[in-house]
């Protein structure tokens, strides 16, 4: 599709294809579209309903699964994954070199000093 259909057009076109083309995305079979929307849609980017609805519903679901981890960085002695807001950092042990130091490494090298 290069030309620009405009509503009525899209309409019809999506409607014979349903059933008769395939998704570009997923492979199926067309079937219905639930609105105007999603058939003009189709004629751009020749997308089912089912694709059209993974593309464009909710697109920051994915984006959010270590949020267990947002505070949880890695001790730069013992690399043990602690929590940041107990985090010391290690500059003064490490000579600048960055990261944090764990409680118990901070704790530890507090004494050796
Ligand atoms: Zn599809
Ligand atoms: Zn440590």
């Known amino acids: 599709m290069t030309r620009r259909l405009d509503?009525?057009?899209?309409?019809?076109?999506?409607?014979?294809?349903?059933?008769?083309?395939?998704?570009?995305?997923c492979g199926q079979y067309i079937t219905e579209f639930k609105d105007l929307l999603s058939m003009r849609e189709f004629c751009i980017s020749?997308?089912?309903?089912?694709?059209?609805d993974k593309v464009f519903d909710s697109p920051e679901d994915d984006e959010?699964?270590?949020e267990s981890d947002e505070h949880s960085v890695n001790c730069y002695f013992?690399?043990?994954?602690?929590?940041?807001?107990d985090a010391v950092p290690a500059d003064k042990w490490n000579n600048?070199?960055?990261?944090?130091?764990c409680p118990e490494c901070a704790k530890r090298l507090n004494k050796d000093a």
């Open 7 to 25: 509503d009525i057009e899209a309409a019809a076109y999506a409607a014979e294809m349903v059933g008769t083309a395939h998704c570009v995305a």
């Open 78 to 85: 013992c690399g043990d994954l602690f929590d940041e807001r």
């Open 96 to 101: 600048n070199d960055g990261g944090e130091a």
């Open 46 to 52: 020749g997308m089912c309903q089912k694709c059209q």
């Open 64 to 66: 959010e699964d270590d």
